[in-house]
């Protein structure tokens, strides 16, 4: 069965009351906090953290990009096992994983227990993450999930500043002095919450057509992805001969599970995901436009956490304050750009918002090395810069999900998933191959080159939301017909 969304999609949700879907929501969107807080609260305490351990600077990439990393390589199987077992149910279970991890990190004595921790925070977060994109397939229609899907791009773009914010904040206030292991520890009531929160409140939904689960696609689109990036974050000490070697082999790892799934799928069996799928245009350059994006915002994200620290000489409660009108200027973008012209320009609304945040980067980065500007002339810039991500992050799922059948939520949801995750682990490998390769004697200074290789994905992600159809939340009758 074709997985564009059906006539069928146009009926009601699940007979849930309203109050039952906002309670449903609000727990959601704890999850999506605990997630998102985890990626960048790091950020600002990677120098604390590099004294209290002795972390080298392979190390540092490792702990940002190895959850990541985790995250991107289970998500995937994540979907999967939701579709399959049931939503909360998974939903519950990564919660569990992902607050117990959360303890690890906080309580590491060395960089490589800090390291496997964050992998293991990652893995938690993979199975945890997909069930709540799920739901929120399930529980709304395409434009209902405009404005839904708006609400949880605002509170994720927010909780990506808080992170930083929180994290200098618990560093300086040194709480019965554990330093930076507070930002980790913190989890450990917020996952509690979570846990009780969903329990009673998540609706039990699943696939109507999962049939099984197709381990070999997981390991094999896994495997593809783990080569891909691992190169990636040794770029910084050195390439031998086996890392181009990984990266060459990511490609026919990849044409070997899109060959797997096709033929499980035309046998009727599980399969890691439908290609068919791919067929559906605003999912496939959506995939496209979000996995370009969160490259691009992950690397600035740790460039500009890292340079004000090391090149401005910021304190990491400086630094995380100064994220502030980054998002206020997210908040704008999604919660009034995003959410209100969405429905009524489309894709312009993308395009808008790549090319104000490209030009605002270079100037940021500009800013706080070669222009050495003052911070009260780095404001306006940021809410600029905050308002172009806003309104490009918060469209980007309602975007790629809106021609998608609910029945293919968990696969669709785990593939936006990951695609965003694979960019926020290249995104943190390539910004900080980068950053640190020019700290280490190159010409130009480090923010401004990994400036360039930021603004340079914004407009790669720019050209391909031009390439979105002009119409696309079309009357669902028409959505049963290929894109």
Known sequence: MTPHASPDDAAPPPALTPRQKNLALMTLIVAVVLEIVDLTIVNTALPAITTGLGA????????????????????????????????????????????????????????????????????????????????MQVLFTPLERVSKLALFGLVGGLAAIAGPVLGGLL??????????????????????????????????????????FDGQGIVLFGLAVLCLLW????????????????????VPLAALTWRHAGARVRAGRAAVFDPSLLAIRPFRLGLAISTTFATASAGFLLT?????????????????????????????GIAVLGRNFLPRIGKWVLVAGGVTMMASVLVILAGIGPWAWPWTLLVAP??????????????????????VDRDHAGAASGMLKTSQQIGSALGIALNGSVYFLLADGGGLRPSLGAGLVTAS???LATLLALRLPGVIFRPEPALAKAA
Not at 199 to 204: E, H, I
Not at 383 to 403: D, F, K
Request: glycine fraction near 14%.
């Open 304 to 332: 500009f956490a890292f340079a004000l620290q090391t090149e401005r000489g910021e304190s990491p409660l400086a630094t995380g304050l100064l994220h502030m009108p980054y998002g206020l200027g997210a908040m704008l």
């Open 382 to 403: 940021l809410v600029l810069g905050g308002t172009g991500m806003g309104s490009l992050s918060g469209c980007i799922a309602p975007v790629t999900l809106a021609q």
């Open 56 to 135: 080298s600077a392979e190390a540092v990439q490792w702990i940002v990009a190895g959850y990541a990393l985790s995250f991107a390589l289970l998500l995937m199987a994540g979907g999967r096992l939701g579709d399959a077992l049931g939503y909360r149910q998974v939903f519950l279970l990564g919660v569990t994983g992902f607050t117990l991890a959360s303890v690890a990190c906080g309580l590491a004595q060395s960089p490589s227990q800090l390291v496997l921790a964050r992998l293991a925070q990652g893995a938690s977060g993979a199975i945890m993450s997909p069930q709540a994109l799920a739901l």
């Open 231 to 250: 190169p990636l974050t040794r770029a910084e000490r050195g390439w031998g001969m086996a890392e181009p070697l990984l990266m060459a082999l990511a």
């Open 457 to 459: 994905l914004l407009a």
């Open 171 to 212: 560093i300086e206030l040194d709480l019965f002095g554990l330093g930076w292991r507070l930002i980790f520890l913190i989890n450990l009531p917020v996952g509690i919450f979570a846990l009780v929160s969903g329990f009673l409140f998540l609706p039990d939904r699943r696939s109507a057509r999962a049939g099984g």
